[in-house]
Every structure is written in C-alpha cells, then in structure tokens.
C-alpha cells in the first residue's frame, strides 16, 4: 500500500471545501420562482444539461 502524502491531502481537501463553499453560496443566492425553468434561462446557475 504506498504512503500518503499528507499534506497534498490537506491541500486538496482545502480546495474542496472552498469549492462546496462557492456552490453553497450559488444555490443560496438563487431565486426560485414556482413553473419557471430558471436552469434553461440561465446557464451560469445550474450547470446540468437540459434533457
């Protein structure tokens, strides 16, 4: 089983955590209006291909 490099796993957690923080803040900052689509009206909201 080969060593870990702990501090490249702190580096990348780290970066993961402020990643989940921006999201975080994205999904926060959305505003919802019930029967709109607001994924096919903005593309910088949501991320996901539309089917």
């Known amino acids: 089983m080969p060593l870990l490099n702990l501090a490249d796993q702190v580096q990348q957690l780290r970066a993961l955590a402020l990643d989940f923080e921006a999201l975080h803040t994205r999904v926060r900052d959305l505003s919802y209006t019930p029967g ?13 291909p539309r089917t």
């Open 36 to 48: 709109t689509d607001d994924c096919a009206r903005s593309a910088r909201s949501c991320s996901r």
